[in-house]
C-alpha cells in the first residue's frame, strides 16, 4: 500500500515538474521587449556633409568629394530599401504595446511620410531564450498594388534590441527583397550590414556595411554588377580619411587632410 502511495506522488511530482517546466519556457521578463532603434536601418555619415559646407569656400579635395559621392550613392541604396520602415519603427517607439498574451505584446497606430499614411500592426513574440520576433503589418493605399495587413517588414533580435536582423518584403517579389543585420552596443559603436535580394532597383547583390567604432566611421560598398568595392574610412573629430575605390584614381588608396584638401597616404 505505501509502495502504490510512493508510485502515485512520483507521478503526480512528475507531472507538476513538466507543468512548471512549461511555465517557465516564457519569456521571464515582466517589461515589454524594447524596439530596435532607427539605428539598425540606417547610416551616419552627417559628419563629411557638415564637413562640406563649411569648407565650401575653400573647396575640398577631389578625393574627398569622391568620398561624398559615393557615400551618398550607397544611402540612396539603404533609403530605397529601408526609408518607410525605419519612419514606422520611429512612431512605434512613441507608442505604448498591449500585452495580449504571456510573452506577446502588440502595437496598433497610423503614421505618414511623405503625405503617405500608414495604419500599422506590431506584433512582438518572446520565446524561451528572451529572443524577440518582431511583425509589421502594414495598410495603406499610397503603394501599388494597395497593401491591407501586409507584412511589410520583420525582424528578430535581442530583448534589450541591441543586435538582430530584419527582413524587407514587396508585395510584388516572393520573399524578402532585402536583409539587414545590426549590432548596437552600449559603448556606441555601431555595425550595420545591408544586402539586396531583389533586382526590381537594378541592385541584386549588392551590399552596404557600416561600422562606427571609437572615433573611426567605416562605409563599404559593394557593386555586384562590376564586382567592384569601395571604402570609405574617416576620424569623425580630425575629419582625416580615405578612399579606395575601382572606379577613382585607379583604385589607389586616396586620403585628405584635416581641411578635406588631398594628401599624399601613409604607409601606415
Same mark, same amino acid.
Given at each position: 500500500?505505501?509502495?502504490? $502511495?510512493?508510485?502515485?506522488?512520483?507521478? $503526480?511530482?512528475?507531472?507538476? %515538474?513538466?507543468?512548471?517546466?512549461? *511555465?517557465?519556457?516564457?519569456?521571464?521578463?515582466?517589461?515589454?521587449?524594447?524596439?530596435?532603434?532607427?539605428?539598425?536601418?540606417?547610416?551616419?555619415? *552627417?559628419?563629411?556633409?557638415?564637413?562640406?559646407?563649411?569648407?565650401?569656400?575653400?573647396?575640398?579635395?577631389?578625393?574627398?568629394?569622391?568620398?561624398?559621392?559615393?557615400?551618398?550613392?550607397?544611402?540612396?541604396?539603404?533609403?530605397?530599401n529601408l526609408l518607410v520602415p525605419?519612419? %514606422?519603427?520611429?512612431?512605434?517607439?512613441?507608442?505604448?504595446?498591449?500585452?495580449?498574451?504571456?510573452?506577446?505584446?502588440?502595437?496598433?497606430?497610423?503614421?505618414?511620410?511623405?503625405?503617405?499614411?500608414?495604419?500599422?500592426?506590431?506584433?512582438?513574440?518572446?520565446?524561451?531564450?528572451?529572443?524577440? &520576433?518582431?511583425?509589421?503589418?502594414?495598410?495603406?493605399?499610397?503603394?501599388?498594388?494597395?497593401?491591407?495587413?501586409?507584412?511589410?517588414?520583420?525582424?528578430?533580435?535581442?530583448?534589450?534590441?541591441?543586435?538582430?536582423?530584419?527582413?524587407?518584403?514587396?508585395?510584388?517579389?516572393?520573399?524578402?527583397?532585402?536583409?539587414?543585420?545590426?549590432?548596437?552596443?552600449?559603448?556606441?559603436?555601431?555595425?550595420?550590414?545591408?544586402?539586396?535580394?531583389?533586382?526590381?532597383?537594378? &541592385?541584386?547583390?549588392?551590399?552596404?556595411?557600416?561600422?562606427?567604432?571609437?572615433?573611426?566611421?567605416?562605409?563599404?560598398?559593394?557593386?555586384?554588377?562590376?564586382?567592384?568595392?569601395?571604402?570609405?574610412?574617416?576620424?569623425?573629430?580630425?575629419?582625416?580619411?580615405?578612399? $579606395?575605390?575601382?572606379?577613382?584614381?585607379?583604385?589607389?588608396? *586616396?586620403?585628405w587632410d584635416a581641411n578635406l584638401?588631398?594628401?599624399?597616404?601613409?604607409?601606415?
Open positions: 500500500m505505501k509502495s502504490t $502511495i510512493f508510485k502515485c506522488i512520483t507521478a $503526480i511530482s512528475g507531472v507538476l %515538474l513538466i507543468f512548471a517546466a512549461c *511555465s517557465n519556457s516564457t519569456s521571464v521578463n515582466e517589461t515589454p521587449p524594447t524596439i530596435p532603434s532607427q539605428q539598425s536601418m540606417s547610416i551616419d555619415m *552627417s559628419e563629411m556633409n557638415n564637413a562640406q559646407k563649411v569648407t565650401a569656400k575653400s573647396k575640398a579635395g577631389s578625393n574627398f568629394n569622391a568620398a561624398i559621392y559615393r557615400a551618398g550613392v550607397a544611402k540612396l541604396i539603404l533609403d530605397a525605419k519612419v %514606422l519603427v520611429g512612431a512605434a517607439q512613441e507608442r505604448d504595446p498591449e500585452e495580449v498574451a504571456d510573452g506577446e505584446y502588440q502595437w496598433s497606430y497610423s503614421t505618414s511620410n511623405q503625405q503617405n499614411d500608414y495604419s500599422v500592426l506590431l506584433t512582438a513574440n518572446v520565446d524561451s531564450n528572451d529572443e524577440v &520576433n518582431w511583425n509589421f503589418f502594414v495598410t495603406t493605399s499610397s503603394t501599388d498594388p494597395v497593401l491591407n495587413n501586409f507584412l511589410f517588414f520583420s525582424g528578430e533580435a535581442e530583448y534589450n534590441g541591441t543586435e538582430g536582423v530584419w527582413y524587407y518584403y514587396d508585395p510584388n517579389e516572393e520573399g524578402p527583397v532585402s536583409t539587414v543585420n545590426w549590432d548596437i552596443d552600449e559603448d556606441g559603436s555601431v555595425v550595420v550590414g545591408l544586402e539586396v535580394l531583389s533586382d526590381r532597383n537594378g &541592385n541584386l547583390g549588392n551590399t552596404i556595411d557600416y561600422n562606427f567604432d571609437g572615433d573611426t566611421k567605416v562605409l563599404e560598398y559593394y557593386e555586384a554588377s562590376s564586382e567592384a568595392r569601395t571604402t570609405i574610412s574617416y576620424d569623425i573629430n580630425t575629419m582625416t580619411g580615405f578612399i $579606395i575605390s575601382p572606379s577613382y584614381n585607379n583604385g589607389a588608396k *586616396s586620403c584638401e588631398d594628401i599624399a597616404c601613409s604607409s601606415s
